[in-house]
């Protein structure tokens, strides 16, 4: 088999940038935790720093009559079954997706 011209430390770079990025992301979520349960401690609902400003908001989370609940259901199968009879068209593209070995640390 010929030797492949693919750039394996790019690939490596990219697995590093990946791990990282779940690094930061799951430590942004635990401060994300802690600062809004100071802020709101605090009485107030904006911290401006030199970098921006924090600004608490309320958000919706709705829930639905059991009416609509079945609707929706409804609407999945139909959307499933016209997938599956090729009633349905899709459009395809070549992505990239990265699987990092789990149990490692990837730093």
Do not use: C
């Not at 394996?8 to 935790?33: G, M, V």
Request: charged letters at 35%; proline letters at 3%; aromatic letters at 8%.
């Amino acid at each position: 088999m010929p030797e492949s011209t693919l750039d394996k430390a790019l690939f490596q770079q990219y697995a590093k940038l990946e791990a990282d990025r779940r690094a930061i992301e799951e430590t942004q979520k635990e401060l994300k935790t802690i600062l809004l349960q100071s802020i709101t401690q605090e009485g107030v609902d904006r911290i401006a720093i030199n970098e921006g400003t924090f600004s608490t908001f309320r958000q919706k989370q709705w829930k639905y009559s059991p009416e609509v609940e079945i609707a929706a259901k409804d609407l999945d199968n139909l959307m499933a079954e016209e997938k599956a009879t090729g009633r349905a068209s899709f459009k395809e593209s070549i992505s990239l997706k990265f699987y990092p070995k789990v149990g490692r640390d990837n730093h």
